[in-house]
């Protein structure tokens, strides 16, 4: 079964409280979303590979560290994901983007794709898929199926709200995924919504409601 972390640093928590806050509006919404990602990417990466190079300081040769091993590319499932690419980005700017784009049936709750788009040697890196909710996790798991089809073997996911129920359905489906949240909530209402969670997050970056 795929590991499930939270990743609750102080600043991290802080910082979800303040978008959780349902009079927190767009622009401070979608720079703290930024902001999390950003934290997030710090923690999940801290066991990234690590080779010696040879330098040379201003002062004379020697043996440094850089990080070795797959490339990242940043997968965020739009819309309410993009929310969290430059966050990723700014940690790791040589990352390139590829973006999955669904939306959830609201009388369903069932993601429907309409859009995929990766860079061309995805297989040969490692995919960290990110958007702020994971609540049934069907998209999440569409999304990750959509990769797996495309031959893409070495996946992540960073979460900021997860549901149990979002949580569980990953693992079952995709248990070789590794999942990261800032924050693991109560439940699902019967609506699809995370509770307490923050609403819908696409509309609060993108101010569209
Ligand atoms: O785990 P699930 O039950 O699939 O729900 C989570 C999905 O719902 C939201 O997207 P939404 O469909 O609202 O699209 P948007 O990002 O365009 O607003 C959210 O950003 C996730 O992608
Ligand atoms: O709580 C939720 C659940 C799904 N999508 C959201 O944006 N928020
Ligand atoms: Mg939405």
Do not use: W
Request: with cysteine.
């Amino acid at each position: 079964m795929g590991k499930f972390t939270v990743l609750n640093h102080p600043l991290i928590q802080h910082k979800l409280t303040i978008i959780r806050r349902k009079e927190t509006g767009s622009n401070e919404f979608r720079r703290i979303v930024g902001e999390i990602a950003g934290l997030m990417t710090y923690e999940i990466t801290r066991d990234l590979p690590l080779q010696d190079v040879e330098i040379e300081t201003p002062m004379g040769k020697t043996v440094q560290k850089e990080l070795a091993g797959k490339k990242l590319t940043i997968v965020p499932i739009l819309r309410a994901g993009m929310g969290m690419v430059n966050g990723v980005l700014e940690m790791i700017p040589s990352a390139k983007v590829g973006v999955v784009g669904m939306y959830r049936d609201e009388e369903t709750l069932k993601p429907v794709e309409y859009f995929f788009k990766v860079p061309k040697d995805v297989t040969e890196r490692e995919c960290l898929v990110v958007d702020p909710m994971l609540a049934t996790g069907g998209s999440a798991n569409l999304a990750i199926e959509a990769l797996k089809k495309r031959g893409v073997t070495d996946i992540k996911l960073a979460v900021l709200v997860a549901a149990p129920e979002g949580v569980k359905a990953v693992q079952d489906e995709h248990p070789d995924v590794d999942i990261y949240a800032a924050a693991l909530d109560d439940k699902l209402l019967p609506n699809g919504y995370i509770f307490p969670g923050l609403g819908d997050a696409g509309d609060r970056i993108f101010g569209t409601k």
